[in-house]
């Protein structure tokens, strides 16, 4: 069995920042990509940022030079600082990870979701 488990959503002024965790755990061998993903009320879900193992990351058009995003291989951890906030970020953030079990098997793995509303 595998968890991912997010906290730091909240309640924020435009311009403001957030910090959202994600912790893995488990049965894991190793994770592959992690990642974060919103999903902002009647619309779909869309990648915000993505972290290989190596710590290469990438940026959605809408939050580059706002937001960064680090991992922490050794405690299986995933860090977005969401830095100028806009009323636009208000969406339910989920952290997103490319597990790797015992067996050498990769699985996808999803956390419940964070809820981050930025207020105008």
């Known amino acids: 069995q595998v968890q991912l488990v997010e906290s730091g959503g909240g309640l924020v002024q435009a311009g403001g920042s957030l910090r959202l965790s994600c912790a893995a755990s488990?049965?894991?061998?190793?994770?592959?990509?992690m990642g974060w993903y919103r999903q902002a009320p009647g619309k779909q879900r869309e990648l915000v940022a993505p972290?290989?193992?190596?710590?290469?990351?990438n940026f959605a058009d809408s939050v580059k030079g706002r937001f960064t995003i680090s991992r922490d291989n050794a405690k299986n951890t995933v860090t977005l600082q969401m830095n100028s906030l806009k009323p636009e970020d208000t969406a339910i953030y989920y952290c997103?990870?490319?597990?790797?079990?015992?067996?050498?098997?990769?699985?996808?793995?999803w956390g419940q979701g964070t809820q981050v509303t930025v207020s105008s």
């Open positions: 997103n990870a490319v597990i790797r079990n015992y067996q050498g098997r990769a699985f996808n793995y």
């Open positions: 488990g049965s894991i061998l190793s994770i592959d990509s």
């Open positions: 972290i290989t193992s190596g710590s290469s990351t």
